[in-house]
């Protein structure tokens, strides 16, 4: 890497170095990996991660502690949020005022925050998606959460430390009694790494915490029995199954599914309509019922005919299914799959720990790492009121001596030039104490003030003895900061408006995939179209007169069938591979198509042998060019990529050569070689398998096979010559030919046609 040298300032003549002094040589890739490193930092620590300690990122702290600086208490009266934004960007985050509105706005607003730290009055947004009103216009106050948080601020409860300019102080994290970090979530993106954690229910997490205090070797798996999973505000159904909950808590990343909350309301007559009344955390109503619009319009959900939006101060949006039979769960289902109606929630607990160390913690260590710092706030919080109460407590010890000797003390004052240093030396008491005597006005000298001084002290001397013992013992702090969950958890328990859990827990009904694919499908009668090359096409409705179909030059027509949008076609390919499309993704019939290969993988060395439509449970039979074959259920040869599924397996110059339906009702099989010899056997000879290059049916000195038929030997066999005739030949007629698998048979009866086809195509 170069070295770019930093010319020197001036007017343009460069005759020597600028005010800075020496100019000094510069590694470029050193340079930038510094910058680019203080950068990160930065936007980690300064913007992005929220501290696993309160659960707040730099710019809500700031709010929060802005707020408070107002007194902008949940029983004060509103102020304007152009008053608080402007607090916080010129004395604490100097960023965009939109910036710091927004984060704001989000910390009132209740389907985005589960325990809204901001009491906003105004338009603040709203589920729709829909802006908030100008921070001139709103006003807000905190929310007895948000004052949880600051707790024992003024008590010595955190660290401060100057702001950007070193004009005020800010806290460098706040006491956080409230587990504000699960319970509300966080989302941040920083530089190489990201947050997510969603909302969570306060009462189960201080359950678990509560846990914790008493046994601190508690498994991940007693930790989710109370903590069940997310929490959302704007509630909804988790189907996330159990052990992924589990996974995802023990390693702190993983994700929770949530579907919307929906019933069904019975109309009369046999008619209903879904309304749904809860939708996924995060998701604008409103984008929601215009994706459900553009699907309806599309034609892409065919079970549903109408959507409307009813919600008032709640969710309602009405589905209106297409008819009365349709099936409501199958309706849901459709919608789950192209809708927001189901979302997923990630988890990436990706925060800091003890304000400074980003790194991803499951929820135990979360949880430990918040009772540790509920321990601190405690210590510091009795070790600072310790500290109040020993100087009180000193002068009160000096008001005593006061009263003990109050006729001296007036005598010493009013005789003595410098009586504050007389009273230290008579009484050996300090300068406060001595302070405090002379401070003391005329009437605090009844003898009903000397009784309550010697109360307070009484009381103060028996409350730093406990305050010592506390600091003493682990054991109690330990107790003291489980009461303190334990008050919060009684204020949000489940009985509470706020703390009842809105987010519930379902397993996801199993449906048929194909059933649900079949139903964001509608249901048309088509025609599929087949050319010579491989180019495939659709044609509305079913279609019988093919003879105006155009083609490419040297191409003409060679399968045609009539199928519907809802079907599964199956492609063979001469290289035994089987390829599974979706007739409603063929193309249309304007033009020629496209060739199957773009619809599939199919190898250059391969080509087309037959198309037709899959139904379930049949049976077919398929032969290589050799005359090796065997039967196989039609459900074996679905494949669920488009590499297809390699079934019949063939040598090298050998191939795949034939695919026929096996009826249920057949009994035999008709089979005949390009040498023009028939052979009749039981069908019970050919085996069934998954895959395989199959067994011999007929022996062939050269070429291979032409044509094979299964048939009923109770209807007999049948073919049609090149007349159109149609020829049955029952098992007694045709006791020449029949023989055993792998016979080479003998020529066939009379009228068989040249082309050595059973259907004379």
């Known amino acids: 890497m170069g070295k770019r040298v930093i010319p020197p300032s001036g007017d343009g003549d460069d005759d020597g170095p600028g005010p800075g002094g020496e100019v000094l040589p510069v590694n470029l890739r050193e340079a930038l990996e510094e910058r680019y490193l203080a950068y990160a930092l930065s936007t980690i620590m300064h913007r992005a991660l929220p501290d696993v300690r309160d659960g707040l990122k730099p710019v809500h702290r700031r709010l929060l502690f802005a707020m408070r600086e107002l007194r902008l208490d949940p029983s004060s ?10 607090d916080v960007i010129g004395k604490y985050h100097p960023h965009g005022d939109q910036a710091v509105y927004d984060a704001m706005v989000r910390l009132a607003q209740d389907f985005a925050q589960r325990y809204p730290l901001v009491d906003g009055q105004g338009n603040f947004g709203n589920i729709d998606g829909d802006n908030p009103a100008a921070m001139r216009y709103t006003e807000a106050r905190l929310t007895d959460v948000a004052v949880l948080i600051l707790e024992g601020l003024d008590e010595d409860a955190v660290d401060f430390r100057p702001n950007y300019d070193g004009s005020e102080e800010e806290p460098a994290v706040l006491p956080g009694a409230f587990p504000n970090l699960l319970a509300n979530g966080s989302n ?27 046994n601190p070797e508690t498994g991940i798996r007693e930790l989710v029995d109370v903590v069940q999973g997310p929490d959302f505000p704007t509630g909804g159904i988790i189907v996330e199954s159990k052990s992924s909950i589990l996974e995802s808590y023990r390693t702190g990343r993983g994700g929770f599914r949530v579907r919307a909350r929906w019933e069904v309301e019975d109309q009369g007559r046999g008619t209903w309509q879904v309304v749904v009344t809860e939708i996924p955390y995060q998701v604008a109503k409103s984008r929601l019922i215009e994706k459900l619009a553009d699907l309806i319009n ?10 409307r939006d009813e919600s008032t101060e709640d969710v309602r949006i009405v589905l209106v299914p297409k008819s009365r039979n349709v099936d409501p769960e199958l309706l849901m289902e459709s919608l789950f799959k192209l809708t927001e109606l189901e979302s997923r929630i990630s988890l990436n607990m990706n925060v800091l720990s003890q304000g400074t160390i980003p790194n991803v913690l499951g929820l135990k260590d979360v949880l430990v790492q918040w009772l540790d710092h509920q321990k601190d706030v405690l210590v510091r919080r009795s070790s600072h009121r310790l500290a109040q109460i020993e100087k009180r407590l000193e002068i009160l010890g000096g008001l005593l001596v006061a009263y003990l000797n109050l006729d001296e003390v007036i005598h010493i004052i009013r005789t003595e030039d410098e009586p504050k240093q007389v009273m ?36 103060l001397t028996k409350e730093a003895e406990q305050i010592r013992a506390l600091l003493a013992s682990d054991d109690k702090q330990w107790k003291i900061v489980a009461m303190g969950i334990r008050r919060i958890a009684a204020k949000y328990g489940p009985e509470t408006a706020l703390g009842k859990r809105r987010s519930t827990f379902a397993d996801a009904p199993e449906h048929d995939t194909a059933a649900v694919e079949m139903a964001m499908i509608e249901r048309e009668p088509i025609t599929v179209v087949v050319s010579e090359k491989g180019w495939v096409r659709t044609l509305k409705g079913h279609i019988d007169d093919l003879t105006r179909l155009e083609f490419k030059q040297g191409d003409k027509l060679r399968i045609a069938f009539k199928a519907e949008t809802t079907d599964k076609l199956i492609v063979f390919s001469t290289g035994g591979r089987f390829f599974t499309l979706d007739a409603s993704k063929l193309p249309g019939g304007r033009g020629h198509g496209e060739p199957i290969r773009l619809q599939c993988d199919m190898d250059q060395d391969q080509d087309v042998l037959d198309v037709f439509v899959h139904v379930p449970g049949r049976k077919l039979l398929m032969a290589s060019k050799s005359g090796r074959g065997f039967v196989i259920a039609e459900s074996e040869v679905m494949a669920q990529t488009r590499k297809g599924k390699q079934i019949l397996n063939v040598a090298a110059g050998d191939e795949a050569r034939l695919c026929v339906e096996v009826a249920e009702a057949a009994t035999h099989v008709a089979v005949i070689g390009d040498n023009r010899k028939l052979l009749v056997f039981p069908l019970q000879q050919v085996p069934e398998m998954t895959r395989g290059s199959g067994v011999r049916l007929q022996k062939y000195k050269d070429g291979g096979i032409a044509s094979l038929k299964c048939f009923s030997g109770s209807d007999g066999l049948t073919w049609t010559d090149s007349a159109g005739r149609q020829y049955v030949r029952s098992l007694t007629e045709l006791a020449d030919w029949i023989g055993n698998r792998g016979d080479a048979g003998r020529l066939p009866p009379p009228g068989f046609p040249k082309t050595n086809r059973f259907d004379n195509a």
Do not use: Y
């Open 188 to 214: 941040g993106i920083a530089v190489g790494m990201a947050t997510s954690i969603p909302p969570h229910n306060a009462f189960e997490i201080c359950q678990a915490a509560l846990k914790l205090i008493e």
């Open 77 to 86: 009266a509103f102020k304007k949020c152009a008053r608080v934004v402007g």
């Open 298 to 307: 599309e034609k892409k959900v065919p079970l549903l005919e109408d959507v």
């Open 424 to 459: 230290m030396e008579r009484f050996s008491i300090n300068d406060v104490q001595a302070q405090a005597i002379l401070d003391m006005r005329l009437k605090n000298l009844r003898k009903l003030e000397e009784f309550e001084i010697r109360k307070e002290h009484e009381a």
